[in-house]
Nanobody
Framework: QVQLEESGGGLVQVGDSLRLSCATSVRTLDNYHMAWFRQAPGEEREFVSYIDTIGITKYRDSVKGRFTISRDSAKATLNLDMNNLKPEDTAVYYC?????????????????WGQGTQVTVSS
């Protein structure tokens, strides 16, 4: 069982930046496709970004150019750098991991989840 723990959320102003981190219980992330999802109150959980086992990344359109996903292999940590934050980015952000051949943007394809970290962007 892979354990994931997010950190770095908080209350920020429009235009600010945050870095979310996801600590894992594994020695290496090389065998895992990693992703960030988010869920706003009353909304479905939605895909934000993934980085797969060979470093291919993908972002939802609304965060392209503002968010950057990265993986620290030495620390087995996943990061999400978020710049120029907007009120619509307000949500609980979740780290997720999956093994398998393909990367995925579907939450149901991810077996391992963290508890989430709240990001609130105030205008």
């Amino acid at each position: 069982q892979v354990q994931l723990e997010e950190s770095g959320g908080g209350l920020v102003q429009v235009g600010d930046s945050l870095r979310l981190s996801c600590a894992t219980s594994v020695r290496t992330l090389d065998n895992y496709h990693m992703a960030w999802f988010r869920q706003a109150p009353g909304e479905e959980r939605e895909f934000v970004s993934y980085i797969d086992t060979i470093g291919i990344t993908k972002y939802r359109d609304s965060v392209k150019g503002r968010f950057t996903i990265s993986r620290d292999s030495a620390k087995a940590t996943l990061n999400l750098d978020m710049n120029n934050l907007k009120p619509e980015d307000t949500a609980v952000y979740y780290c997720a991991a999956r093994q398998g051949v393909d990367h995925s943007t579907a939450a149901n394809d991810y077996r391992h989840w963290g508890q989430g970290t709240q990001v609130t962007v105030s205008s």
